[in-house]
Nanobody, 125 residues
Framework: QVQLVQSGGGLVQAGDSLRLSCAAS????????MGWFRQAPGKEHEFVAA????????NTADSVKGRFTISRDNAKNTVYLQMNSLKPEDTAVYYC??????????????????WGQGTQVTVSS
């Protein structure tokens, strides 16, 4: 069982930066592929970025490429999402998630077994 606890988020203006954190409880955290997803009102989960246990970034959504960066610190059991140059269309609830390595498509939420509680990011224009 893996528990994921998120922190960060909030209300910012367009062009600002935020960093989201996701701390995992499991000692096996370092083996999991970690992903970030977001969900805007009335929409389904949208993939943002994913990172392997090694620190290799597997995928980054085109909508955030060049602005968002996923990273992880296995010693701290934590994955991060650095968000720069935020836009109003980035407004959503952001979720971190953990997936067994080599299992399925890292861009699809159905392959992730564990999810954080979600954190609201609101970007005003």
């Amino acid at each position: 069982q893996v528990q994921l606890v998120q922190s960060g988020g909030g209300l910012v203006q367009a062009g600002d930066s935020l960093r989201l954190s996701c701390a995992a409880s499991a000692r096996t955290f370092s083996t999991y592929t970690m992903g970030w997803f977001r969900q805007a009102p009335g929409k389904e989960h949208e993939f943002v970025a994913a990172i392997r246990w090694s620190g290799e970034v597997t995928n980054t959504a085109d909508s955030v490429k060049g602005r968002f960066t996923i990273s992880r610190d296995n010693a701290k059991n934590t994955v991060y999402l650095q968000m720069n140059s935020l836009k109003p269309e980035d407004t959503a609830v952001y979720y971190c998630a953990a997936k067994s390595p080599g299992l399925g498509d890292a861009t699809r939420p159905t392959w992730y077994s564990y999810w954080g509680q979600g954190t609201q990011v609101t970007v005003s224009s």
